[in-house]
């Protein structure tokens, strides 16, 4: 059974910097197009970043490019995300996913061609 889950929330100041990693169990997350998303109170879920795992070309959500960093940590099996320069609208739940497929579709930041979530991690920017 595919199972995910996400883990590096918590609190940190604007400007500050995390590091979530997504750990996968009963599969390997290497073959797998992995993305991840995050949904803020009274807002929609928002895609934000997409690795592709037959070129690993990634994609970002314009409200993250140049902030956050999807990529593979290859010896700990995880997909993680480092995210810099917070700031206190990128306070939501982050959900990571991974998708059969071996390219990350046209649509992806809309979701449903994932096919495995997370139960997602809190991550709180504040003074």
């Known amino acids: 059974q595919v199972q995910l889950v996400e883990s590096g929330g918590g609190l940190v100041q604007p400007g500050g910097s995390l590091r979530l990693s997504c750990i996968p169990s009963?599969?390997?997350?290497?073959?797998?197009?992995m993305g991840w998303f995050r949904q803020a109170p009274g807002k929609e879920r928002e895609g934000i970043s997409c690795?592709?795992?037959?070129?690993?070309?990634?994609h970002y959500a314009d409200s993250v490019k140049g902030r956050f960093i999807i990529a593979r940590d290859f010896a700990a099996g995880t997909v993680d995300l480092q995210m810099n320069s917070l700031r206190p609208e990128d306070t939501a739940v982050y959900y990571c996913?991974?998708?059969?497929?071996?390219?990350?579709?046209?649509?992806?930041?809309?979701?449903?061609?994932?096919?495995?979530w997370g139960p997602g991690t809190q991550v709180t920017v504040s003074a």
């Open positions: 690795l592709s795992s037959r070129d690993g070309i990634t």
């Open positions: 009963g599969f390997n997350v290497d073959i797998y197009t």
């Open positions: 996913a991974a998708d059969l497929g071996r390219t990350c579709d046209s649509s992806w930041y809309l979701g449903p061609e994932f096919d495995a």
